[in-house]
């Protein structure tokens, strides 16, 4: 059985599931909430944001929402997903199944891994989208806002939410890591929202350790902009984490016969 016939056989266990529909709401909240707070006036006073609004619309108005995926929603989403997917064969009780299917070990593993990663994606691409409509929604609602005389630089936007991509990884492959080995989902969300806390804690608080070496906050650190020049250095210790994970996981993965 090659890796293709495995992705689809992954793929299709989830066509019954709700983790698409969960998918989409997640990537809806962020846009919603924006269309929301952002308006012309707030108790009668003009909006602060008019002038900011005015010169660069869609740009500023798609960087509020990549602040709030980065620091809040993202990591949220990656820890529940991590442990929505691997309750697909404890909750159907089919390890045995997919054990005795003639696919290797790590076939088995990579193919689930792939398929955690395309629900990463399609909440990026979801975000993206929803985030244009609402922007559009936004420009009838508040013209002074002037959103039909800018335009997105989407370069820029494709290059940053690449780099969000790239520094969530180490959290998405530990926490797809923990799903997979552990039977109640209770686990990986609290070792995920634990960590994910005191992750922000220690970059905007107490600072324990330098916050660009603790992954968990990875993708909320190189939004600020005064991080700006440690992002390279990020985006490499993420790809350095997130290999290790990686294969650690896998490792326990294929030693571990019983679930």
């Not at 959290?171 to 922000?200: D, E, H, N, Y």
């Not at 190189?222 to 210790?237: C, D, M, Q, T």
Request: charged share 15%; aromatic share 20%; proline share 4%.
């Amino acid at each position: 059985m090659n890796l293709m016939i495995s992705l689809k056989s992954e793929f299709l266990k989830t066509k019954r599931s709700p983790i698409w529909l969960f998918t989409i709401a997640m990537a809806l909240i962020v846009p919603i909430f924006v269309l929301i707070i952002f308006k012309e006036e707030h108790d009668g006073v003009p909006s602060d944001q008019i002038k900011v609004f005015s010169k660069d619309a869609w740009n500023f108005y798609f960087y509020q929402g990549r602040g709030m995926i980065s620091i809040v929603f993202l990591p949220m989403f990656i820890v529940l997903i991590s442990a929505l997917l691997p309750q697909i064969e404890y909750r159907n009780h089919t390890w045995k199944q997919v054990f005795a299917s003639p696919q290797s070990y790590w076939k088995i593993y990579f193919s689930k891994f792939l398929i955690f990663n395309a629900f990463m994606i399609c909440f990026f691409i979801a975000h993206g989208l929803f985030m244009g409509v609402s922007g559009m929604f936004s420009g009838m609602l508040n013209p002074k806002f002037n959103f039909a005389g800018n335009q997105v630089d989407w370069s820029q936007y494709l290059m940053k939410m690449s780099q969000a991509y790239l520094a969530i990884l180490p959290l998405a492959t530990l926490q797809f890591w923990l799903g997979l080995r552990f039977k109640s989902f209770l686990i990986p969300i609290g070792v995920g929202v634990l960590f994910s806390i005191l992750g922000m804690i220690n970059m905007i608080g107490y600072k324990l350790i330098d916050p660009d070496k603790f992954f968990f906050n990875y993708a909320a650190f190189i939004f600020f902009k005064e991080n700006v020049a440690r992002i390279p250095y990020v985006l490499w210790a993420s790809t350095a984490y997130a290999v290790a994970f990686l294969l650690i996981g896998f490792l326990d993965f294929s030693r571990i016969r019983e679930r």
